[in-house]
């Protein structure tokens, strides 16, 4: 899912700190400018992704860029990269193929995994 928020960059002691109004409790920080959006990208996909597996209701974003206190700026999500970056936790999965097939495959040293991983990615290329 993509999603866009404005964000509040307001810089403090040679750091910008990062606030997403409409998204309760999402802050960061970043060294410059550059970290600092970088980061807030990074702590919304993460919020938003959160809210997504638990079925909670995805806040609207209010596209507000006013700020007494600092730089506003829209900056853009896409959970569904994010999660394609960063979510690599091993899976276990059973499956089930004929014997014959299992032992030619073991006699060959093929890694089940790996041609698993290969042949979804293959299928899904086109969604992914």
């Known amino acids: ?13 040679g750091k910008y700190l990062v606030s997403v109004p409409d998204l309760s409790g999402c802050h960061t920080f970043g060294d410059d400018l550059s970290d600092a959006i970088e980061m807030a990208r990074d702590a919304m996909a993460m919020w938003l992704c959160i809210a997504e597996d638990n079925g909670e209701d995805i806040p609207r974003s209010t596209i507000d860029l006013k700020s007494e206190t600092g730089i506003v700026s829209l900056i853009d999500v896409d959970t569904a990269a994010y999660r394609k970056k960063t979510d690599n936790r091993a899976v276990k999965k059973t499956l089930s193929l004929p014997s014959w097939l299992n032992t030619r495959a073991e006699l060959e040293g093929i890694n089940f995994s790996a041609v698993l991983q290969d042949a979804l990615k293959e299928r899904l290329s086109h969604r992914i």
């Open 1 to 13: 899912m993509k999603y866009v928020y404005p964000v509040i960059f307001t810089q403090e002691d």
